[in-house]
């Protein structure tokens, strides 16, 4: 694809790399068959392609508008895109850099404002987010049902192993997952500790960023990576081996800190090691020997695999062939790289086509057959339990429930 950026993009660090990106398309349309909100809405401007020219025309002189706001907003960054291109255009970071410019250059109405101010506030605070979580779980049985199902259940928390090993990695604790699935960390703790490795926590360490990130708040996602790397670093020099991190959606942020941070001459290089030591539990997980795990009653499951994880961190199929190691039967899940309509606070701001997503994947699961359905985020957990008729479990529960 041949550019023209302007001048005030041009000399910017965005504005190159926005280029190179935009040179690597060559206009094929193939990442239009696997984008979900182009198959719900049959408009060219709200698939890959569509979204692709509009940016362009952004960063060659055309002023953004409400309309280009819109388009881009309806995009899940589920990333199915990039799986899909032929010639390796990073969709992902150029979306961010469209939006950056659209939510600065284009207003907001003070109601879509307050909300998205909410999120970003409300949600990456463990303390505030935790309690709003809690009230809501007392109030839960007076609720309209619609309401009342998007809110958690109560769970009490099970027991982390308190045994010392030679080995230690860190667990990202993250700001939704304590108080929304209390037991998926505490289920990794107990599976790696039959594996011989002790998993810690950094107590100073909280959301991911991502939150803040993908509302183009990048001031506070930075100011989030920042804390993380201090509270991680000693502990990484201390011999630390990863950083495991049991939801996709924070693990792809966390991975991209090496990205985010690489003109800062202070945290460039601290933020590549930890990119580099970032693992999901499936990767932790395929790396050791799983032969002396005692495995005992693993059933039939639909494994429903995160975009983040498939397509963010390009880990189709590792989990699947962990859960298959371990005796797991996997149902074939129709249109499996199709997106659940979570997608962060997608389900909040764009509630329609979040639940048409929602209908499709859950009737793809249900058709299946499997008893239990099985995923590897917290976010696709929650929305998909909100709808589906079967118990729905982080992978990682699973395995501790079989090898317990």
């Given at each position: ?15 190159r ?36 020219y ?47 410019i ?6 907001r ?5 307050l909300?998205?101010?909410?999120l ?107 804390r ?12 630390a ?39 999901d ?124």
């Amino acid at each position: 694809m041949q550019t023209n950026i302007v001048e005030r993009y041009a000399d910017t660090d965005q504005g190159r790399e926005a280029e190179a990106i935009l040179r690597k398309c060559v206009h094929c349309g193939f990442c239009t068959a696997t984008c979900p909100t182009y198959q719900l809405l049959g408009d060219e401007l709200d698939g890959p392609r569509g979204r692709i020219y509009q940016i362009k025309d952004i960063l060659e002189g055309a002023t953004p508008t409400k309309s280009t706001q819109t388009h881009l907003d309806r995009c899940l960054t589920c990333r199915s895109c990039e799986t899909t291109c032929p010639s390796g255009v990073d969709y992902g970071r150029l979306a961010d850099i469209g939006r950056k410019i659209v939510e600065d250059e284009v207003g907001r109405s003070w109601t879509q404002k307050l909300i998205r101010k909410a999120l970003v506030v409300v949600i990456p605070n463990r303390r505030l987010f935790g309690s709003l979580v809690r009230v809501g779980q007392l109030l839960r049985p007076l609720m309209p049902g619609r309401i009342g199902t998007k809110i958690p259940r109560r769970t009490k928390p099970s027991v982390w192993p308190r045994s010392t090993h030679a080995r230690t990695m860190l667990v990202l604790e993250a700001c939704a997952q304590p108080s929304a699935t209390p037991n998926v960390n505490a289920s990794a703790a107990r599976v790696l500790d039959r594996l011989g490795i002790r998993l810690i926590a950094a107590r100073e360490a909280g959301c991911c960023g991502a939150v803040a990130h993908h509302l183009s708040d990048h001031d506070r996602s930075h100011a989030a990576v920042k804390r993380n790397i201090d509270a991680w670093w000693p502990l990484l020099e201390q011999g630390a081996e990863a950083i495991v991190i049991t939801a996709s959606g924070c693990g792809v942020m966390v991975k991209e800190y090496v990205h985010l941070l690489q003109g800062d001459p202070l945290y460039a290089e601290k933020a590549r090691r930890v990119s580099e030591l970032a693992k999901d539990i499936s990767e932790v997980l395929s790396r050791e020997d799983l032969g002396g795990l005692k495995v005992r009653g693993a059933d039939t499951i639909a494994f429903h695999s995160p975009c983040t994880l498939q397509h963010g961190q390009k880990l189709n199929g590792l989990t699947e062939g962990i859960l298959r190691e371990l005796g797991f039967e996997l149902r074939p899940v129709p249109d499996s790289h199709l997106c659940c309509g979570s997608a962060g606070t997608y389900s909040i701001l764009q509630p329609d086509l979040s639940k048409r997503l929602l209908k499709d994947k859950l009737k793809a699961l249900e058709a299946t057959g499997a008893p239990t359905i099985a995923t590897a985020n917290v976010g696709c957990q929650l929305h998909l339990k909100t709808g589906a008729k079967a118990p729905v479990k982080h992978w990682i529960e699973l395995v501790d429930e079989v090898t317990g």
